[in-house]
């Protein structure tokens, strides 16, 4: 199984650097959130998959899944989402004060 | 000791102050003490019985530096050199500059170079050499661009700067390495292990280095191209700085170094065949020049070129020649060079072409330059020391030391023809400067200014100077044994004795310095018959275009490769990174054999997995492949629920719980935003540029999924998480783990993860709110 998630992490990988190689804004704002998605399940699938119970102490178990991996993944998803909304209010604005949200018009042309 | 090379720099300090009454005192005449007194100082050294001494002062003793002083003969000599023509120097530029000049700008200026000298004749210490070495170049860049209003000034400014600091980079390298190679700071102890310097496999890159801080430092071919330039500076600078010290200070390098190099063969062949060119090429081009400090620009560096030439002979009796020549061509060439400037003050010009006849409006100078020049052809008459030097010249030419390479061997015949060839051509130009400005029929119309006899305190420096041009040449064994045979003890590491005299009976070098000046008179009255030889090598090919060249194409390439990568893309800089990134990782991961796969210890594959991963990879692709904004969105959002359903299946209930409420504020965010913008356009690249994407794409994507599979297959230590797992309760005294872990066991993450939502929420808020009404301009 963590072959498959591994695989699976790296399609979201591939398909969010492609996002972030477009010209538009709003496909490289898409492009961070699936990389963020990538790298979180990267991270969730270098514990174990599925060993024990969930990380809740109860009476009689002794077994249970790595709650690091899992503490990490949730301060990122935190950090992931407070940089997304971000990036996009900043796309937003960007876009509304230059009529444009093609990044090949947003270049700074003033040592060219 | 100290005092006496920090000195001048700490009354440096108070010139500001003291400029400040300029207009009833100049500040030269404050200044004027300072060299003299380190003169006098030093002169008590002289004397037949003069043993080497030093002086330590600690300065990084973790580094092996320190400020060592060491006072033998070579450095006396040039501590006296550049005492005494700092003396003169000072007290004719009292005269020489105006007191409307920016006097305490210069003075300052002077000052430094002077201890920078200084400290650069009397360190032992190669790393406070190399510093007082680039604060000669400094002080020459700042003494150079003085006029700073001209464009010429600081083109030449900038010119010897470059130059000279190379150089003097290049010289820190060989400095480096002879550290390393001896374990020791100091030079004195590196020519005491002249063995182990020898047998280095780094010797000739030493070597190399080295050399090149001298060559450009004393102006020798092709690094030479920054003195004629440098002429732009004020007379007492040129006389100074280009004439009699700094020039010098390669010269001084490669003489401190010799006792090391001389059994070196590649010594005598780099440093004697480089000399013998710059003697060649400068007397050449000397006799070209219309302006009178370029003349003798030329001149300084043939000369230099001779000094050098000598120095790479390694014999006794070259290294007696080379520092009596040292002494005599400051004496004459400093001199000319404040004649020079005293013509251009009088008369306003020193084009050769325009000046002519000067002798009757200027005789006291017409009689300086007379001993002047007649002193640097090397006529030979008893009360001129540049023939005495000239004639040691030709002598040790003769005698050199035996070859083993062919090309040593080519040198030795060739040196004494090469020798006579530039003499005769200094010849020429020597007297061109003498007739050419002080005979024939005068252009006083032409002339800005009406000629006449400069102000008598003008001329006591150079008038001094050439006193000792002719006490030298009368009574040459004055400076003898009290002083030159011990300067060139210090450069042949052996006793020294040898007697000056003016007449050797009929030998070869006297017949040599008559072929000199019987041809050099010839070609002298002929000089417009064969101006023509000089249209042989076309203009595009001097060395000044090829710095020009230098310069402008660095400059041009540097910003045209600059301007290939940095194009403002940000979509080529995160293509950059990413194939960078590829590139490292994985060269990194094939030559450690970090790839591996284990297919023990897995979990197993169910059904319900597989199918939500496959509904993931569809939904991803799919935000590629939309046009519709909302549709964009949504199916974003599926791929943020599958990772939250994936979370639930792989017992992570707090992970999956807030992945559900992000996921959710996230689209709502994201309709918001999407809603106010345009539509998502087809893309409209061309397939190549979307193929270099996909592939960009595609190894990072592989890469990671390789690295995630490599890192779950080598698990080298065990998880630190049953620590957690048992100690939740007691000691962090909760039961959910992951709780427990975010807020007692990793509570500061948690807490500048608070930080981060916040500093995004103002950076929102002001986004939204602070806006420039006024419009865009």
Not at chain 2, 687 to 698: G, S
């Amino acid at each position: 199984m963590e072959i498959i998630m591994s695989i699976l992490a790296g399609i979201l990988f591939t398909i969010g650097i492609y996002n972030l190689l477009q010209k538009q804004l709003l496909r490289i704002v898409i492009g961070t959130a699936l990389i963020s998605h990538g790298a979180h399940l990267f991270i969730l699938t270098m514990g174990k998959l599925k060993r024990g119970a969930p990380p809740i102490l109860e009476y009689g178990i002794s077994e249970y899944s790595d709650p690091l991996p899992q503490a990490l993944i949730l301060t990122s998803i935190v950090i992931s989402f407070g940089v997304t909304s971000l990036l996009l209010v900043l796309a937003y604005r960007a876009s509304k004060e230059n009529n444009t949200d093609n990044m090949d018009q947003l270049r700074g042309n003033e040592n060219e | 000791m100290l005092f006496a090379v920090f000195i001048p720099l700490l009354i440096a300090c108070f010139i500001p102050y003291l400029s400040k009454f300029k207009d009833k005192i100049h500040t030269g005449i404050f200044v004027l003490f300072v060299p003299l007194a380190i003169f006098i100082y030093f002169l008590q050294f002289i004397g037949n019985n003069f043993a080497p001494f030093s002086h330590n002062y600690s300065w990084i003793p973790s580094l092996n530096i320190s400020l060592d002083f060491y006072l033998d003969g070579l450095s006396l000599l040039f501590v006296l050199l550049i005492s005494g023509i700092g003396t003169l120097v000072t007290l004719y530029s009292i005269f020489y500059l105006h007191k409307s000049e920016r006097l305490g700008h210069f003075y300052v200026y002077l000052l430094m170079f002077m201890t920078a000298m200084l400290g650069v004749v009397l360190s032992d210490n190669v790393f406070v050499l190399y510093s007082f070495w680039e604060l000669t170049s400094i002080s020459s860049f700042l003494l150079i661009g003085y006029w700073h209003y001209r464009e010429r000034s600081r083109y030449g400014a900038l010119k010897s700067m470059l130059i000279t600091v190379f150089g003097g980079l290049s010289m820190l390298g060989g400095f480096v390495l002879l550290t390393i190679i001896t374990g020791s700071t100091s030079i004195q102890v590196m020519i005491s292990q002249t063995d182990v310097i020898l047998h280095s496999p780094y010797l000739p890159l030493i070597m190399a280095l080295i050399l090149l801080g001298a060559f450009t430092k004393s102006a020798q071919f092709p690094f030479h191209i920054w003195l004629p330039d440098a002429m732009e500076a004020p007379t007492p600078v040129s006389a100074y700085l280009h004439s009699a010290t700094m020039v010098k200070a390669g010269i001084y390098l490669v003489a401190r170094f010799s006792p090391i190099f001389t059994t070196y063969e590649w010594f005598f062949i780099i440093v004697s065949g480089i000399g013998i060119v710059t003697l060649v090429w400068g007397s050449y081009m000397a006799v070209r020049q219309t302006d009178l400090k370029g003349i003798l620009a030329f001149s300084t560096i043939s000369q230099l070129g001779m000094i050098m030439t000598m120095l790479g002979f390694g014999t006794k009796a070259a290294a007696f020649a080379a520092v009596f020549h040292i002494l005599n061509h400051a004496t004459f060439k400093g001199s000319l060079f404040m004649v020079a400037g005293i013509i251009d003050h009088e008369t306003g010009s020193r084009d050769i072409r325009k000046l002519g006849g000067l002798m009757t409006f200027m005789p006291i100078s017409a009689t300086l330059a007379l001993f002047g020049t007649f002193s640097m052809a090397g006529v030979p008459l008893p009360f001129l020391n540049g023939f005495y030097s000239k004639e040691m010249f030709f002598e040790t030419s003769l005698h050199l030391n035996d070859a083993t390479l062919l090309i040593a061997e080519i040198m030795r015949t060739g040196i004494p023809y090469l020798a006579v060839f530039g003499s005769i051509f200094t010849f020429v130009y020597s007297m061109y400067l003498f007739f050419g400005t002080f005979t024939g029929k005068n252009h006083i119309d032409e002339l800005p200014k009406k000629p006449h006899e400069a102000p008598l305190g003008m001329l006591i420096s150079p008038a001094l100077l050439i006193i000792g041009v002719i006490i030298i040449g009368l009574i040459p064994n004055i400076v003898n044994e009290s002083l030159l045979a011990h300067a060139a003890q210090a450069i042949s590491g052996e006793e020294v004795h040898q007697h000056i005299a003016f007449w050797h009976g009929f030998k070869a070098p006297l017949f040599m310095s008559l072929i000199v000046v019987i041809v050099g008179s010839i070609l002298y009255v002929l000089r417009n018959k064969w101006k023509n030889t000089y249209l042989l090598i076309p203009g595009k090919l001097s060395l000044n275009k090829a710095y020009n060249a230098i310069l402008d194409g660095s400059e041009k390439y540097s910003r045209k490769i600059t301007n290939s990568y940095m194009n403002g893309s940000i979509r080529r800089y995160i293509a950059l990174i990413i194939v960078a990134i590829l590139i490292v990782t994985f060269t990194t991961m094939f030559t450690t054999n970090g790839f591996t796969i284990k297919m023990d210890d897995l979990a197993e594959v169910t059904a319900a997995e597989i199918l939500i991963a496959i509904v993931m990879v569809v939904a991803a692709l799919g935000t590629v492949f939309a046009r519709n904004n909302v549709a964009a969105i949504l199916i974003l959002g599926v791929v943020g629920y599958g990772l939250a359903v994936l979370f639930v299946f792989y017992r992570a209930p707090d992970l999956a719980l807030t992945q559900l409420v992000v996921e959710t504020i996230t689209v709502a965010l994201f309709l918001l935003c999407f809603y106010h913008l345009p539509n998502l356009r087809p893309r409209t690249e061309s397939v190549k540029t979307k193929l270099v994407n996909a592939t960009i794409a595609i190894g990072f994507g592989a890469l990671m999924t390789m690295v995630a599979i490599s890192a779950h297959s080598s698990k080298w230590f065990t998880t630190i998480s049953d620590y957690f797992v048992e100690n939740s309760h007691d000691l962090g005294g909760g039961d959910n783990i992951v709780n427990v872990i975010l807020v007692d066991f990793r509570g500061i993450d948690t807490l500048f993860e608070i930080v981060v939502l916040g500093i995004a929420a103002l950076a929102i808020y002001g986004m939204t709110k602070l806006r420039d009404d006024k419009g865009v301009e």
